[in-house]
């Protein structure tokens, strides 16, 4: 794809970004697609499809980042939300987490190749990460894109978040059932649901929910569990 096409692409959805901003997004992509020949990051590979799949499925959620929150990217993957997030709000603080160290040397090379300044990589289990004084109840925002049931999530999101804070948890389509088996784990954890806000992809009829949990109290000190454990025994 021509710069000139991709900058087109990205207008379709209103998304307002400087220079800087397209040339970084432009680069990404690129770098997303070069990358993925060697190794298994998305399997959406048509530069179209990763514009609105990827880039601004990810920027749904940048109007809950305020400049300068503290934000942590939980099973980042191959960066969404968080490098999206971090083009478009430059001046958040973004930590991206992941389990998996390859996946973080191609990240890696995606802050350096966009000069991305406040972000890093953590490599970590978020269970771990959890239960680790550097990440414990630090963070404004947690976000997490596709990574788990709710009721599993919550238990690797709300020990990250400070009281006050925010969950924010990118699901799909259906998502009702989903909300009303995860409350008492929300709860024990030291959230509430504080809404969800439901919408559909630009120019698809793609559905999309943002579960936004509040942190109200602090989250007992036995959350998360061990590696593993909050997946094959989900709380509640």
């Known amino acids: 794809m021509e710069k000139q096409e991709f900058i087109e692409e990205m207008a379709k959805y209103d ?23 060697k190794m298994n990051l998305t399997a959406i590979t048509e530069p179209k499809e990763v514009i609105l799949k990827h880039f601004v499925d990810s920027l749904t959620i940048s109007k809950y980042i305020h400049e300068n929150s503290k934000v942590i990217d939980v099973g980042t993957g191959a960066g969404f939300p968080g490098i999206p997030l971090k083009i478009a709000k430059p001046l958040a603080d973004i930590t991206l ?33 959890g239960q ?55 709860g024990i954890l030291g959230g509430k649901i504080e809404r969800v806000e439901k919408l559909v ?4 009829d793609m559905n999309r929910n943002i579960v936004i949990i509040e942190k109200i109290k602090t989250t007992p000190q036995k959350y998360p569990r061990k590696p593993g454990t909050p997946s094959k025994e989900p709380i509640g």
């Open 15 to 37: 998304l307002e970004l400087n220079v800087e901003q397209t040339e970084q997004f432009f680069k990404y992509m690129d770098l997303l697609l070069e990358w993925n020949e």
């Open 97 to 129: 987490l992941d389990s998996l160290n390859k996946r973080l040397n191609f990240l890696n090379e995606v802050i350096n190749q966009l000069s991305l300044k406040k972000i890093r990589t953590e490599h970590y289990r978020v269970e771990e990460a």
């Open 132 to 186: 680790n004084k550097q990440f414990r109840e630090m963070f404004d925002i947690a976000t997490s894109r596709a990574v788990a049931n709710l009721r599993v999530l919550s238990e690797y999101m709300l020990p990250l978040v400070k009281v006050g804070g925010k969950c924010i948890a990118m699901k799909g389509s259906e998502i009702e059932q989903e909300l009303e088996e995860s409350e008492k784990a929300i």
């Open 201 to 204: 992809l630009p120019g698809t």
